[in-house]
């Protein structure tokens, strides 16, 4: 280590102009300020700092005017502290050595005439075992080069608006692997940093990238703030693409990310955390079952036939997006999605649209997720701790006028229905309610740290939350282990591996015979009939054996990925990953022995895993074409090698009570069994042209080859254009109001493929005659079959405005699905029934994207900001093979030329106002099953640097759902908000004209007595709504209040807490899931709870 | 050569290399489970083929009881389902009618398709092979099938025709069932072939060779559709709609008015005093003709040809033998002989009887149809009188455009 004490006094001490003379760089662009600002304190300090000769001679720091003097000296073998003084003297320089130089005395040789001091120096101590440093004054040094010279880097990082400090900014040495990130108060130290002039830069989600140029001294300690501004559009922020990283600035399509570390609520999984957050996603949440998957579209529906499911991507490893199978009792299914844990993710990056997916290859139309958990954190291990306690709470079920709430929130005494039947629960809870509040409790707890060569991330999570039911609960428990090493200077190797243990236990729904909702708003209709009230004058039921029934999810989920990244020379980049997800589920239905329905008892049981290997290669390549342009080229091959292994066996008929197996019961059922494997295999090259870092082209390619094409279609070729332009950049561009826009446009192809073996005919193995064994048609197969090929075109801009206090982004984009994978009904007197894939379809979806975010005030006490996103998106059905797509008839769902898919379809009453019977129309279109609008508006406001409002609201429009809670009740007569209509009716039917005066013909059909009259149609309701989806304050504790330096808060927050909608079932969001997930049905689907919690962070 | 372009030269070999070994991946996909098309083209694999036919024709008539009862006002809806609604209502909607129209279609498909191909695999053997007048006999009773519920013709993506090609196809193939079942004294399958040819041939207005057939066919003689717990697959449809749950009633039926009738037995579950509703209100009357789900549905049966013979003899005016063998049918279940003089009284029995007879076997639509024809019988007044084709096969074939 170098250490002035080691050094003798001066031997030679000339002083020519020595007036101290600031250090000034030949650095480029925005930097230049921040780096003369650096210089200049370099220069004012006392102390004299010493720069390597070569980092003055490479110019990056302006060259002292001593250095630059002309010399010539003519020295044959001579003691080199003797070719320094000629040098010193003749240039004027002030010369100092040590002790050590003068007991080695090495000897040397120089002729130079002519040149400058800096590089006469250079040549003297050439092939020796010293170097020479300077200073900004012109003294000169000597000291041995194999020495190492380092000093320290430390200082603050501020919000430029508010002064306030930045946790978790992350600060790196360019070219080098030292780093750091801020801490709660904003400090950061570096040590080891190499003497020198150093390149560091500051990264944040949300604000801009920042260098700075800093001198270090060797064993000094330098001090580097940054003040940041926020990033409304943030073009350096490096994202990651199919081919690699890149910079906003260089994407030409719509990519959304989302920073969780803004996020002061707590997040339970991933489908939370994009409700309201990303524009152009669609999430519907289909249950309030604890543990349940939602729906997730990303710019609507592209395929018919093969799901609109985005590809997920973890730590750039793809994991399989397929949920378990649905609990036949559940009716509701589990997202592997959801098993990555919040507290473990670092951010998220939503691609929506085939324009940005199309390097990602086939099934990729339907939008990538890509989620990127934490990893190491430069400096000492931190701990993290995150602990959230509360309850989930229902509130009134159905209309406002219905008192009993469907006879949930009341089943207490006796009850009556529509037509005066009497009831009575007399298992009804001595509260008076099915309902009770369920608790929550999430706790995870992680460390991070890093070294020189690696770092880590380690966490493990456990997860409870209970229905507001009696049974309903899910529970996980997680560990997550994040690693990266620095094998060589060049090589980076990291493993990111989780394992989430799921067991979710479900209560009975949706379209069961033994579901909660469907028996007890049925009131006395329910299938749980008995006896044991108090009155007996009336229907005694007993719902409570209901939860007798146990259904269950249990889930194993795997997941790890490992990467390798070369890099041998700083513009190439190689990166390897191999992944490897396996999910296992056990679905479990047990009726036990002794229930009130199935005296016998029954078990279902579905064993089901999904595997799916992936290995990945990308290399990208950037190079000069000289003057302004660069080139980035991209290339790579992808395989993924996906299996599923699904049986379903069921038993029944036990012969005793107690815990069931497959083997209790007498009889015993190999319901089915289905393996199938697919491989898909693909390659892409890209490239992309930039002109001056303002404009980027870029085009590409993906080929792919499925084992589930046809044998006449090989390989399939995916293309794609794009461009971004940084007008902004530009200098004509008048930055007063918006000072950064960027243009962009894309246009690209992806595609989904065909199930694994709809190309090939085949007989399905059956039994017949008692047990024998037969054959039955199964799948004609069609070799021809290609995969659906969809293409979008994009275009739209991402700007910041008035100083960084507004950004707008806007996407406008239209896509076309060509040869689109329609089940097209062959003659069925061909013998084969089920429907072939064929490509004859066409889709077309069109639709916009607004996000805006306001900083409506900024100030060191209060900062208020608000934001609003809109999407839009139009969905219609081409030519559909000249049919009419059945998706579920009993849903009413169908796919028709010219509608939206699905549309729903049905009895349609055209007269719904007028004071007359009803005039009916037939097969009518009744309404889009999704959204075609969704706003989503969010405020929040920080007040003294302590304590954070946020609320989140969206609002969904155009949607339709089918309301079978009402049909169906309404003919039991236990459909309140029809009580009254029923009733005149009656009147009407026993000869009272008058009674049905003011009764709508709507309220005639949906309410009608007469089973001729009634239909479903008339129950497709407008899904409209308007719902708070979250509501936070969190308070930032003082660090003395626990002991921490890494920030600790503690937020009250609270989901679904307000909502508004015309729809008259449940909840506008509910759907079955076990018949379709393509169609919608609201078939006694139990609503979302609200959810209430209070949850404290601690870094530590 | 400079290092940096040698490393640049070297990486991008590797580079390529893997991306090539990535891409050179075999595609084949592993399939257990399904079975190839071309699998089923030998001798070992006729017996299941045989067997095939046999479950589909079960498949085909246990699924549409339920809903062809309804249809014919043997059961009333007590359920939900919006198909089924309809065809209580004797509405007979295309969309509705694709799943039995497709089920019988591939019933007969398979037994035909199933022929020619036994054909080509035996060779000289396929007249003496065992399961060749079965497969004749399945193929005779899937075209009964369809004759008897649907109104049209459509023979393996072909244009329409008559209901009465079904008919023709069967007796044809019920034939060469009796005479190969014959020859290998396989009297069962010959008897089957009888009374199912029996049946057709009356269809065909050839009373006389229904006569004929049905005189061969033993009172005792029965010969079922097989049910059976062993999967799903196998199991009687209508006991899981009937029995397991309570999607339609006997409620409201003519068959209501007496559960003391043997051929046409229900019960009530009640709850305290009240009896138990189903979904949409109706009073739950469950049928217990049927109490398992592999209780097997005749195809034809010795006391079917009775009626066919009485009602050969009612329509040739003879009332008094018509009676006598409505009676020996009654006979066989204990059952009191009936009186009638005239031939509209004799008319009525004989409509009565073959409806209590053939009650939930998927019969009852077509005497309907028939009798309406005719004009002796008014049930389907206002009513759809046959399945028309289904929306499937009209939107698919195109030689019905």
Same mark, same amino acid.
């Given at each position: 280590m170098f250490s002035r004490s080691r050094w003798l006094a001066v031997a030679c001490f000339l002083v020519y102009g020595a007036a101290p003379q600031a250090w000034a760089q030949d650095v480029s662009g925005r930097a230049r300020d921040s780096v003369a600002k650096a210089q200049a304190a370099y220069a004012s300090t006392r102390a004299p700092q010493y720069l390597p000769l070569e980092t003055v001679r490479s110019g990056t720091v302006r060259m002292p005017?001593?250095?630059?003097?002309?010399?010539?000296?003519?020295?044959?073998?001579?003691?080199?502290?003797?070719?320094?003084?000629?040098?010193? &003297?003749? /240039?004027?320089?002030?010369?100092?050595?040590?002790?050590?130089?003068?007991?080695?005395?090495?000897?040397?040789?120089?002729?130079?005439?002519?040149?400058?001091?800096?590089d006469a120096l250079a040549s003297a101590v050439a092939g020796t075992r010293w170097m020479v440093l300077v200073t900004a004054t012109g003294q000169v040094t000597v000291n041995r080069a194999d020495v190492l010279m380092v000093g320290v880097i430390n200082g603050r990082v501020t919000d430029r608006a508010t002064s306030q400090p930045i946790e978790g900014v992350?600060?790196?040495?360019?070219?080098?692997?030292?780093?750091?990130? =801020?801490?709660?108060?904003?400090?950061?130290?570096?040590?080891?940093?190499? !003497?020198? /002039?150093?390149?560091?830069?500051?990264?944040?989600?949300?604000?801009?990238?920042?260098?700075?140029?800093?001198?270090?001294?060797?064993?000094?300690?330098?001090?580097?703030?940054?003040?940041?501004?926020?990033?409304?559009?943030?073009?350096?922020?490096?994202?990651?693409?199919?081919?690699?990283?890149?910079?906003?600035?260089?994407?030409?399509?719509?990519? =959304?990310?989302?920073?969780?570390?803004?996020?002061?609520?707590?997040?339970?999984?991933?489908?939370?955390?994009?409700?309201?957050?990303v524009p152009g996603v669609t999430v519907l949440g289909n249950s309030g079952q604890a543990g349940s998957g939602g729906t997730i579209r990303l710019r609507g529906v592209n395929s018919i036939s093969?799901?609109?499911?985005?590809?997920?991507?973890?730590?750039?490893?793809?994991?399989?997006?397929?949920?378990?199978? =649905?609990?036949?009792?559940?009716?509701?299914?589990?997202?592997?999605?959801?098993?990555?844990?919040?507290?473990?993710?670092?951010?998220?990056?939503?691609?929506?649209?085939? $324009?940005?997916?199309?390097?990602?290859?086939?099934?990729?139309?339907?939008?990538?997720?890509?989620?990127?958990?934490?990893?190491?954190?430069?400096?000492?291990?931190?701990?993290? #701790?995150?602990?959230?306690?509360?309850?989930?709470?229902?509130?009134?079920?159905?209309v406002a006028s219905d008192t009993t709430g469907m006879f949930v929130n009341k089943c207490s005494g006796v009850l009556s229905i529509g037509d005066g039947t009497k009831f009575q629960d007399a298992t009804c809870p001595a509260s008076g309610s099915w309902l009770s509040n369920g608790q929550i409790s999430r706790y995870s707890l992680g460390v991070r740290g890093s070294n020189d060569s690696d770092d880590y991330y380690l966490s493990g999570n456990l997860n409870d939350e209970h229905s507001v039911l009696q049974t309903g609960n899910n529970r996980t428990a997680g560990v997550r282990g994040n690693i990266s090493v620095h094998a060589t200077p060049t090589l980076t190797l990291s493993l990111n591996s989780t394992f989430v243990k799921r067991d979710v236990r479900w209560y009975p729904d949706g379209l069961s015979s033994n579901a909660f909702l469907l028996n007890v708003s049925r009131g006395p209709g329910t299938f749980f009939k008995g006896s044991g009230c108090s009155d007996?004058?009336?229907?005694? *039921?007993?719902?409570d054996s209901i939860f007798t029934i146990n259904n269950t999810t249990n889930t194993n989920?795997?997941?790890?990925?490992?990467?390798?990244?070369? &890099?041998?020379?700083?513009?190439?980049?190689?990166?390897?990953?191999?992944?490897?997800?396996?999910?296992? $589920?056990?679905?479990?239905?047990?009726?036990?022995?002794?229930?009130?329905?199935?005296?016998?008892?029954?078990?279902?049981?579905?064993?089901?895993?999904?595997?799916? *290997?992936?290995?990945?290669?990308?290399?990208t390549l950037r190079h000069s074409l000289g003057r302004a342009f660069e080139s980035t080229t991209s290339f790579g091959g992808q395989t993924f090698d996906s299996r599923l292994n699904q049986t379903d066996l069921s038993s029944s008929n036990f012969s005793a009570p107690g815990v069931p197996t497959l083997t209790s019961g007498s009889l015993r059922n190999i319901v089915g069994q289905n393996e199938q494997r697919v491989i898909n295999a693909g390659y892409f090259a890209q490239e992309m042209i930039g002109w001056r870092d303002i404009l980027f082209v870029t085009g590409g390619f993906r080929v792919d080859g499925n084992s589930a094409f046809g044998t006449g279609f090989g390989l399939q070729t995916y293309p794609k254009v794009s461009a971004s332009y940084v007008i902004s950049d530009e200098k004509f561009w008048p930055s007063r109001f918006i000072e950064t826009l960027k243009l962009r446009a894309a246009v690209g192809e992806s595609g989904k493929a065909p199930g694994a073996f709809d190309a090939v005919r085949t007989w399905d193995p059956v039994a017949a005659e008692n047990g024998q064994s037969a054959f039955e048609p199964s799948q004609v197969g069609n070799p021809s079959l290609g995969p659906e090929r969809t293409r979008e075109v994009e275009g739209g801009f991402d700007a910041s405005m008035f100083n960084g206090k507004m950004?707008?982004?806007?996407?406008?984009?239209?896509?076309?699905?060509?040869?689109?994978?329609?089940?097209?009904?062959?003659?069925?007197?061909?013998?084969?029934?089920?429907?072939?894939?064929?490509?004859?379809?066409?889709?077309?979806?069109?639709?916009?994207?607004?996000?805006?975010?306001?900083?409506?005030?900024?100030?060191?006490?209060?900062?208020?900001?608000?934001?609003?996103?809109?999407?839009?998106?139009?969905?219609?059905?081409?030519?559909?093979?000249?049919?009419?797509?059945?998706?579920?008839?009993?849903?009413?769902?169908?796919?028709?030329?010219?509608?939206?898919?699905?549309?729903?379809?049905?009895?349609?009453?055209?007269?719904?106002?007028?004071?007359?019977?009803?005039?009916?129309?037939?097969?009518?279109?009744?309404?889009?099953?999704?959204?075609?609008?969704?706003?989503?508006?969010?405020?929040? #406001?920080? #007040?003294?640097?302590?304590?954070?409002?946020? !609320?989140?609201?969206?609002?969904?429009?155009?949607?339709? #759902?089918?309301n079978s809670i009402g049909f169906a009740n309404e003919g039991l007569f236990t459909w309140q908000p029809c009580f009254d209509t029923q009733a005149k009716l009656r009147l009407a039917a026993a000869g009272n004209t008058s009674a049905l005066a003011d009764v709508t013909a709507l309220d005639r059909a949906r309410c009608s007595i007469d089973s001729k009259v009634k239909s479903a149609g008339f129950w497709v309701e407008r899904a409209d709504f308007f719902k708070l989806r979250s509501l936070s304050m969190t308070y930032s504790l003082p660090d003395r209040v626990l002991g921490s330096s890494n920030g600790s808060s503690v937020t009250l927050s609270a989901r679904n807490l307000f909502k508004n909608t015309p729809y008259t079932g449940t909840d506008p969001e509910s759907a079955d899931q076990l018949v379709s997930s393509f169609a919608r049905r609201d078939y006694y689907v139990f609503p979302a709870p609200r959810t209430f919690l209070v949850s404290i962070h601690t870094g530590f | 050569m400079t290092n940096s372009s040698r490393t640049l030269r070297t990486t991008l070999v590797i580079a390529i290399a893997s991306a090539l070994l990535v891409t050179a991946c075999d595609l084949k996909v592993t399939n257990p489970g399904p079975i190839a098309d071309e699998q089923l083209s030998s001798v070992t694999a006729i017996p299941a083929l045989v067997n095939g036919m046999s479950g589909d024709l079960s498949l085909a008539l246990g699924r549409y009881i339920d809903r062809g009862a309804l249809g014919s006002g043997e059961l009333t809806e007590a359920g939900l389902f919006i198909p089924e609604g309809h065809y209580y209502l004797g509405q007979f909607v295309p969309q509705d009618v694709n799943a039995d129209w497709g089920n019988m279609q591939t019933a007969r498909w398979t037994a035909e398709s199933g022929l020619v191909r036994m054909k080509a695999v035996l060779g000289a053997g396929f007249d003496a092979n065992v399961n060749t007048p079965r497969a004749y006999l399945y193929g005779g009773f899937a075209n009964r099938l369809l004759g008897e519920n649907v109104c049209t013709s459509v023979i393996d993506g072909g244009p329409a025709g008559s209901d009465s090609v079904y008919f023709t196809r069967a007796e044809s193939l019920f034939t060469r069932a009796f005479t190969l079942a014959t020859a290998l004294n396989n009297t069962s399958i010959a008897t089957a072939a009888l009374g199912g040819r029996a049946s057709v041939r009356a269809w065909l207005g050839n009373w006389t060779g229904a006569v004929a057939d049905a005189l061969l066919v033993p009172t005792a003689y029965n010969f079922n559709a097989v049910f059976s717990t062993n999967t799903a697959r196998e199991n009687n449809d209508l006991v899981n709609q009937t029995l397991t749950r309570s999607e339609t009633s006997v409620f409201g039926t003519v068959?209501?008015?007496?559960?003391?009738?043997?051929?046409?037995? +229900?019960?009530?579950?009640?709850?305290?005093?009240?009896? %138990?509703?189903?979904?949409?209100?109706?009073?739950?009357?469950?049928?217990?003709?049927?109490? &398992?789900? $592999?209780?097997?549905?005749?195809? %034809?049966?010795?006391?079917?040809?009775?009626?066919?013979?009485?009602?050969?003899?009612?329509?040739?005016?003879?009332?008094?033998? !018509?009676?006598?063998?409505?009676?020996?049918?009654?006979?066989?279940?204990?059952?009191?002989?009936?009186?009638?003089?005239?031939?509209?009284?004799? +008319?009525?029995?004989?409509?009565?009887?073959?409806?209590?007879?053939?009650?939930?076997?998927?019969?009852?639509?077509?005497?309907?149809?028939? +009798?309406?024809?005719?004009?002796?019988?008014?049930?389907? =007044?206002?009513?759809?009188?046959?399945?028309?084709?289904?929306?499937?096969?009209? $939107?698919?074939?195109?030689n019905l455009h």
């Open positions: 005017e001593q250095l630059a003097r002309r010399v010539s000296v003519k020295l044959d073998a001579v003691p080199l502290q003797r070719v320094l003084m000629e040098i010193a &003297t003749q /240039a004027g320089l002030g010369l100092s050595y040590g002790e050590d130089l003068v007991r080695a005395a090495p000897t040397v040789s120089v002729d130079i005439a002519g040149r400058s001091a800096a992350q600060i790196t040495v360019d070219g080098t692997r030292l780093g750091a990130e =801020t801490s709660s108060d904003g400090r950061y130290t570096i040590g080891g940093v190499t !003497a020198g /002039a150093q390149h560091v830069t500051v990264r944040r989600l949300g604000y801009d990238v920042q260098t700075q140029i800093v001198m270090v001294s060797d064993g000094a300690t330098q001090t580097l703030n940054f003040a940041l501004g926020r990033a409304a559009v943030a073009l350096s922020q490096v994202v990651v693409t199919a081919t690699g990283e890149e910079r906003t600035r260089e994407v030409g399509n719509s990519l =959304t990310v989302v920073d969780l570390s803004n996020e002061n609520a707590p997040i339970a999984n991933t489908q939370e955390l994009l409700t309201g957050r093969q799901g609109n499911s985005p590809i997920i991507y973890v730590d750039g490893v793809r994991m399989s997006g397929a949920h378990t199978p =649905t609990s036949v009792g559940g009716r509701q299914d589990v997202s592997p999605l959801n098993d990555i844990d919040m507290t473990d993710v670092d951010h998220v990056e939503v691609v929506k649209g085939p $324009a940005a997916t199309t390097l990602y290859g086939t099934e990729a139309s339907g939008g990538v997720i890509q989620i990127f958990t934490k990893h190491g954190k430069k400096g000492s291990a931190q701990g993290i #701790l995150d602990a959230s306690t509360g309850f989930n709470n229902m509130g009134h079920i159905g007996p004058t009336v229907v005694c *039921i007993l719902n989920h795997f997941i790890t990925g490992g990467t390798a990244t070369y &890099t041998p020379i700083p513009k190439l980049s190689v990166r390897m990953s191999a992944g490897y997800d396996y999910d296992v $589920a056990d679905i479990t239905d047990i009726t036990p022995f002794g229930h009130l329905r199935v005296p016998l008892g029954s078990i279902a049981e579905t064993q089901w895993n999904r595997t799916l *290997i992936t290995l990945d290669l990308a290399a950004s707008l982004s806007y996407s406008y984009y239209t896509t076309r699905t060509n040869g689109a994978l329609v089940p097209v009904t062959l003659p069925p007197s061909l013998g084969f029934a089920a429907r072939q894939l064929e490509n004859v379809g066409i889709l077309r979806n069109n639709g916009s994207e607004i996000a805006v975010n306001v900083d409506v005030l900024k100030r060191r006490s209060a900062e208020l900001s608000a934001g609003v996103q809109f999407t839009m998106v139009r969905s219609e059905a081409g030519d559909v093979g000249g049919q009419t797509i059945t998706v579920d008839a009993n849903s009413l769902s169908f796919v028709q030329q010219g509608y939206a898919a699905p549309s729903y379809f049905g009895d349609r009453v055209t007269n719904p106002t007028a004071l007359a019977d009803p005039v009916v129309e037939h097969n009518a279109f009744l309404g889009a099953t999704f959204p075609t609008s969704i706003i989503t508006p969010r405020v929040t #406001l920080r #007040l003294l640097n302590r304590v954070s409002f946020d !609320a989140i609201g969206e609002f969904q429009r155009g949607g339709h #759902l089918l | 068959y209501a008015a007496n559960n003391k009738e043997p051929r046409a037995t +229900w019960d009530t579950v009640k709850t305290g005093t009240a009896i %138990t509703k189903g979904a949409n209100g109706t009073a739950i009357f469950r049928q217990t003709k049927y109490k &398992t789900l $592999a209780a097997p549905v005749s195809l %034809t049966k010795g006391t079917e040809m009775l009626l066919l013979r009485a009602e050969a003899a009612l329509r040739a005016g003879d009332v008094t033998n !018509a009676m006598l063998l409505i009676n020996a049918e009654r006979t066989t279940f204990a059952l009191a002989p009936l009186a009638a003089t005239t031939t509209a009284a004799a +008319w009525t029995a004989l409509q009565s009887e073959r409806g209590l007879l053939l009650w939930l076997e998927g019969r009852r639509l077509w005497d309907l149809r028939r +009798w309406f024809a005719e004009g002796t019988n008014t049930f389907l =007044t206002g009513r759809d009188k046959c399945l028309p084709v289904s929306a499937d096969e009209a $939107a698919s074939n195109s």
